[in-house]
């Protein structure tokens, strides 16, 4: 009877090891290798990334998704304009193709009387083009594009910034509200805020600029205000209009000059402006008037008692 107790308690005993086996200091195998090859074993990720490196499918791992990035080798959604032009511009020209094939197309920011345009406005200079609006008006994308600037900042007030594939960035500026965040894919026509007079602005309008590697460019030579209509699909810029337009710090001197001659013909035509008038030129709108002679849209409105919408015709005279 007792060697069958014992047989008994050792067949039990070697049943327990089988299950529980029990490991010593000195064994290559520790608890829970067991687990780890068996989740080693079930881990698929390597196999899954082989396939995916010999699949024609496969996504390139170096592909970056925001637009231009060949151009501009970062994505800076804190910095409004983080580029230098003359850095990163090595070449005489470069032609912009302003719609490319699957684009949506062009809209205008917000249908509006321009009342300021690119150039030297008193004594600083102005890097967009204004327009007016009423706040809360929808302001929408210019271009396909993706947000990369959707914040306050500074001077522009509640500003969004969007990049394009062609290389462009398109600043929207004052708004009351912006609608977008940054990363966001967007597109032509897309409501991307609401206008007003956020930031160093006097009265609601839309501050709209058109930049190429942090360059400011002259929206008007892209834009035709009055149509809301793109002037033409490529635009050809040239270091050298860079140099003698676009940069406007650079060209401050001969603005002093153009500044000179305004107040020369001043002279000539009357004291204290009282009765000097000027001759509307072939294609003239009030803003390019108010420009070329040092004054503003209000200011000539006021002074010859007619409104802002005043259709002029060309050999007519009016003060300024």
């Known amino acids: 009877m007792r060697h ?25 195998t520790k608890p829970g290798d067991d687990k780890k090859a068996k989740a080693k074993k079930d881990d698929t990720t390597k196999v899954a990334l082989v396939c995916e490196e010999h699949s024609n499918e ?103 910034i969007l990049r394009h594939n062609n290389g462009l960035e398109t600043v929207y500026g004052h708004l009351s509200e912006i609608l977008v965040e940054p990363g966001q894919a967007i597109k032509a026509g897309s409501l991307i805020g609401l206008g007003g007079n956020t930031g160093r602005s006097y009265g609601s309008h839309l501050h709209f600029e058109i930049r190429y590697l942090g360059q400011a460019l002259d929206a008007q030579d892209f834009i035709d205000f009055e149509t809301g209509t793109l002037k033409k699909n490529e635009f050809v810029l040239h270091k050298s209009d860079v140099e003698n337009k676009y940069d406007l710090r650079a ?37 390019r008037i108010a420009k070329r002679n040092g004054t503003t849209v209000k200011a000539i409105c006021r002074k010859n008692g007619f409104k802002s919408t005043k259709k002029l015709k060309a050999g007519q005279r009016i003060r300024v």
């Open 251 to 287: 060209t401050h001197a001969r603005h002093k000059r153009d500044i000179g001659l305004a107040r020369t013909d001043y002279k000539k035509y009357g004291k204290n402006g009282k009765s000097r008038t000027v001759k509307v030129r072939k294609g003239d709108t009030l803003a």
């Open 4 to 28: 069958l107790l014992h047989s008994i308690l050792f067949v039990f005993a070697i049943q327990a090891l089988a299950v529980n086996p029990i490991y010593f200091p000195d064994d290559k």
């Open 58 to 160: 496969a996504p390139d791992s170096t592909l970056v998704l925001f637009p231009s990035h060949d151009l501009y080798n970062t994505w800076d959604t804190n910095t409004v304009h983080p580029y230098n032009f003359y850095e990163s511009f090595k070449q005489d020209s470069v032609v912009l193709s302003l719609i490319q094939e699957g684009d949506s197309g062009f809209s205008m920011p917000v249908k509006g009387l321009v009342t300021s345009e690119f150039g030297w406005r008193r004594y600083r200079p102005h890097f967009g083009t204004d327009i007016d609006l009423e706040t809360g008006d929808q302001v929408v994308a210019a271009f396909d594009g993706m947000v990369r600037i959707a914040k306050m900042c500074n001077g522009y007030g509640n500003c969004v």
